[in-house]
């Protein structure tokens, strides 16, 4: 018994089944998750070592080589790529891209082994490695707390307190502040009553250690029970730090009468953040994995209005950004889109299959989605971004197999056969040879699903939602669509030839003309072949598009050593000339020093550097702000001219920071900048080229005083002593020791007075003091010499080789990547090469190439699988050869399409040209279906078996090729799928007509049927 028979015998188990979908399906909508784009693991890792007065070459040689050399050592290592600055190391480490989700949390507590293990053979000034594992998650409820008359320390009392309410509620993930200054207790000595009492600030520090822990004291038995003796308890409060007694020589002081005690921030500052000119708390929170962030966000609006009233007066939490709105907007857009997709599919049908045909099929493709839901809710697939596409994608191929079951009936019912017979008859039929297409379409787009790749996982929910959708589509074309066909469909009242009518007779005549003129019909298919092949050439070639946002980013770079405070300065000043220009602009909020959390998925991270600050800034719509992309370039290349601004987009896809790199590698830092110089000013040439830069950065000042062995140890003073004295007398001060408030930790900062602060003859003069000595003596007895030179401010490494990278971007926002580099490839390539020195291409054409290479590496399994179905289906090599024959011609119109829209040819128009290879072979294999019937159950001779089989499929074949273009048009403008609609719809459009001329073609050719055969 087929499943349809089964269905018409158990029409209530049937509507039973209907009604658990319906209602199911509605519920699942509005409990599954509901994120804005697709998770997909950003699988780095950043080790992040201070060394504390470590040059960057340095740190390069004593910290990151230790480092790099313990990660290399693990297996699944991709890339290892590391920045050493003065000071600090920051190891980025990528995994291969063909680890999954599940697997990184114990490669991550690999590495941290490895990390721990190498932690011995770090240099005895280097603090402990910090493994930072979470730099892919996404925060993208994102506040700003800000208020009028509140101090920062108050700013931030309040978002400790906000972040653990919040923290508890419900799908909230993690929490994490931005622009929370650490703070630290200052203990500034006068630098004068320090020369004229002869105070040894080690002393300082001493005291205020021996009285800054819990002293242990033990406890005491009285008869038959112990009590417990309460230690002597560290400072309460900064008056017991004020009160201290020092010892100096015979004398005593309070520390409050030979220097200020305050509270302050360490300087300088790690990232500060403002929005709209004020300072702000940045509060930062993540939906929990599978969660649905609009369940999120009214959870979190409940939280803060319970919270509000505790709130004091004036302090407000403002919306920075909001990805539950951008949810929303997009799941209003997909109903919108359903809406008219599902309107556009029925109109079709109507049209062509009458009232009653276009309705019932039109059921079936609201089942087919309902059905969906539950399986994709049942599987946790959100809804975000990839999967509301790939159901905007399948809509039209969601009608194929009810529609042939349905022009079958139809058709059958037309000669006169019983309703129920016909039904049947169409089914059983159709039922495998539809079985076998449907699973054709679905391995399609298998290459992507099994690609080891970023792009691949961001498409892993596309190939899920199809394989989901289209599968079910047959189940309910088979049961459904023949239940509802049974009792609506209506024979006619006469019996006539279905194909007696003009469309018919026209494609009949024109058909058999194809046919006749078999060799010709042939060269001019081959010929469209070769143009379509052409046009392919004259393609914009891009990796992803942008998206359309109503935010604009612009990334503020003073030149290297900069402080922290200019930048400040800079884009405070900016941001009130922006609100002067842009009536536009709603919000801006700054980021300086450092990138906010990742807030949404393709934002690009900057590690903390005092040159750097970030704009973002709001506008209403996206229109609004890509209108004022240009007027902005303008703008700050105009009135900050001294800076590097870059005005970005946010772009659909892996992260990528600049869409053209050129890597050099070698060992020699002044040989790896003149490599850079001289391909600037290659790209410098360009005119399309813009933001130009290298990843080194300009060179920066340094003062060095050289530390004599021999004059130092006459004075007893060690390196040590000469760091902390020098220490002393910087803005950020020599930390002597640890404040506790509460559960809160401050270090404790010894400085001098700012009138001696960073002035180089105050460090040159000021007093060495020993650990223990009792006399001090001047910096400048102690060293050899002292100069001023200008040093490397960064080493990069990539793949534990020096490396510079030189990056650029269009400066034409309508050219691409790919366009901008093959302008200059062959020339940069062609600079002349050291020995020992090796060059690449990074930015957007690397993950463009390992993507499609990814891709590719699968395309054989897919095709592999596609053909032994063909085969499966027809047992015949010849017929097999003319289905798979179909698959080249479906290039035919894609290059066309792509040209005319203007769309350029990146990872998602392949995706799209995947899914037409499958959907053309489908097509293809109906018709080679129907021409068997006809030649084996019809009994017709070969050339008219063809010729009906054509005429015959001419309706179904063009109504799903009809309804999948028609319901692929709404996301024709999508930033991201765009190009695979185009893609799709244009090839679609042309391989159909093809398929229809084209398979009849190529089996009167494989067969030699002659056309007199006909009568």
């Not at 309107?343 to 062509?352: D, E, K, M, T, W």
Request: proline letters at 4%; one cysteine or more; a negative charge.
């Amino acid at each position: 018994m087929s499943l349809t028979e089964y269905s018409l015998k158990n029409k209530i188990v049937i509507y039973f089944f209907l009604l658990i979908v319906m209602v199911g399906g509605i519920s699942s909508y509005f409990s599954m998750g509901k994120l804005e784009d697709s998770l997909f693991t950003i699988k780095t890792a950043l080790v992040i070592t201070q060394y504390p007065g470590a040059s960057a070459h340095e740190v390069e040689q004593e910290v990151t080589e230790v480092i790099e050399r313990a990660a290399q050592s693990m297996d699944n290592i991709k890339e290892i790529s590391s920045s050493s600055y003065a000071g600090l190391s920051i190891v980025d480490i990528d995994l291969e891209e063909k680890l999954r989700t599940s697997e990184m949390p114990q490669v991550w507590d690999i590495l941290r082994k490895k990390i721990k293990d190498a932690s011995p053979n770090l240099p005895s000034g280097a603090k402990a490695p910090s493994v930072i594992d979470d730099f892919g998650d996404v925060y993208g409820m994102f506040y700003a707390i800000t208020g009028d008359g509140f101090s920062r320390e108050e700013l931030n009392d309040y978002a400790q307190y906000l972040k653990r309410e919040l923290l508890p509620v419900k799908q909230v993930g993690k929490i994490t502040l931005f622009g929370n200054r650490i703070e630290c207790v200052d203990v500034i000595l006068d630098d004068a009553k320090k020369s004229e009492l002869g105070i040894n600030p080690g002393i300082i520090a001493q005291v205020f250690n021996s009285q800054a822990s819990i002293a242990a004291a033990g406890q005491i038995e009285l008869q038959d029970r112990y009590v417990r003796v309460s230690g002597n308890n560290a400072f309460k409060n900064l008056d017991e730090i004020k009160n201290t007694i020092v010892q100096v020589g015979k004398e005593q002081f309070y520390l409050k009468d030979i220097a200020e005690i305050r509270k302050s921030y360490l300087e300088p500052a790690i990232g500060l953040f403002k929005r709209n000119g004020s300072d702000a708390i940045g509060l930062a929170i993540s939906t929990t994995k599978g969660g649905n962030v609009l369940s999120l966000a009214e959870n979190l609006k409940a939280k803060l209005e319970l919270i509000q009233p505790s709130l004091p007066l004036g302090l407000e939490i403002n919306t920075v950004y909001n990805e539950a709105h951008e949810v929303e907007v997009a799941n209003d857009a997909f109903i919108t889109n359903l809406i008219m997709s599902v309107g556009i599919v029925v109109l079709v049908l109507l049209l062509f299959m009458g009232f009653q045909s276009g309705i019932l099929i039109g059921s079936g493709l609201i089942f087919s989605i309902l059905g969906t839901l539950i399986v994709m809710n049942a599987m946790d697939i959100s809804l975000h971004r990839t999967s509301l596409a790939a159901i905007i994608i399948a809509m039209g191929m969601l009608v194929d197999n009810a529609i042939v079951v349905t022009d079958g009936a139809l058709v059958s019912l037309q000669r006169g056969l019983n309703r129920r017979k016909a039904i049947v008859n169409i089914s059983s039929s159709t039922s495998l040879p539809l079985l076998g297409a449907t699973f054709i379409a679905i391995l399609a787009f298998l290459p992507v699903f099994l690609a080891p790749n970023s792009a691949g996982e961001i498409c892993r929910d596309l190939f899920l939602v199809l394989a989901i959708s289209l599968t079910l589509s047959w189940l309910f074309a088979m049961t459904q669509t023949a239940l509802t066909n049974e009792r609506f469909l209506k024979a006619p009242k006469e019996i006539k030839d279905p194909y007696a009518n003009k469309m018919y007779l026209q494609f009949k005549t024109f058909l058999i003309k194809c046919l006749r003129y078999r060799w010709i019909s042939l060269a001019s298919v081959i010929l469209f072949l070769i143009v379509s092949i052409v046009a392919f050439s004259n393609l914009k070639q891009a990796f992803f598009m942008p998206l359309e946002k109503s935010y604009v980013e612009v990334d503020y770079w003073l030149p290297e050593g900069s402080s922290i405070n200019k930048v400040e300065e800079d884009l405070a000043t900016a941001e009130k000339e922006l609100f002067k220009k842009y009536p536009e602009i709603v919000n801006i909020v700054s980021s300086i020093s450092q990138t906010p959390p990742r807030y949404i998925l393709v934002a690009h991270n900057e590690s903390y550097n005092t040159s750097f600050g970030q704009l973002m800034i709001e506008t209403n719509s996206s229109e609004e702000a890509d209108a004022m992309k240009p007027g902005l370039r303008e703008f700050f290349a105009d009135n900050y001219s001294q800076a590097r601004c870059r005005v970005k987009d946010y772009v659909a896809g892996p992260p990528i920071k600049y869409k053209v790199e050129a890597r050099f590698m070698g060992p020699d830092p002044a040989v790896l900048r003149d490599l850079a110089e001289q391909t600037k000013i290659i790209m410098q040439n360009e005119a399309l080229c813009g933001d130009i830069c290298d990843d080194w950065r300009n060179k920066v000042l340094t003062w060095v005083p050289q530390y004599s062995q021999v004059k130092a140890a006459r004075a007893g003073i060690s390196r040590n002593d000469l760091g902390n004295a020098i220490q002393q007398l910087t803005s950020t001060g020599l930390g002597i020791g640890v404040y506790r408030e509460n559960e809160e930790q401050m270090p404790v900062m010894l400085k001098v007075n700012q009138n001696a602060q960073n002035s180089i003859s105050s460090i040159e003069n000021t007093g060495v003091w020993s650990q223990q000595g009792a006399y001090s003596v001047p910096l400048k007895e102690v060293v050899d010499s002292i100069e001023i030179k200008w040093e490397d401010s960064v080493i990069k490494r990539f793949n534990r080789q020096r490396a510079i990278t030189i990056k650029c971007d269009p400066a034409d926002p309508n050219v691409t990547g790919a366009t901008l580099l093959s302008y200059m490839k062959e020339e940069i390539e062609a600079i002349p090469l050291p020995e020992g020195y090796s060059f690449m291409w990074d930015g957007e054409l690397k993950p463009s190439q390992e993507s499609q290479e990814g891709t590719r590496q699968f395309m054989p399994v897919s095709l592999l699988l596609m053909v032994f179905i063909i085969i499966m289906l027809f047992n015949s090599v010849r017929q097999s050869l003319v289905v798979i024959a179909i698959i080249p011609l479906s290039i035919i119109g894609v290059g066309i399409g792509l040209f005319i829209t203007d769309n350029a040819f990146g990872f998602m128009a392949i995706v799209g040209f995947l899914g037409l290879i499958g959907m053309v072979l489908k097509n293809a294999i109906v018709l080679m279906d129907q021409i068997n019937i006809n030649l084996n159950t019809e009994g017709m001779q070969a050339f008219p078996a063809v010729v009906n089989a054509s005429i015959s499929r001419l309706r179904p074949v063009f109504l799903a090729a009809l309804t999948t273009i028609l319901g692929m048009l709404p996301i024709v403008t999508d930033p991201m799928y765009g190009s695979m609609a185009v893609t799709i719809i244009f090839g679609l459009l042309f391989a159909t007509v093809l398929t229809l001329i084209v398979v009849p073609l190529l089996y009167v050719i494989f067969y030699r049927i002659k056309v007199t055969e006909l009568n």
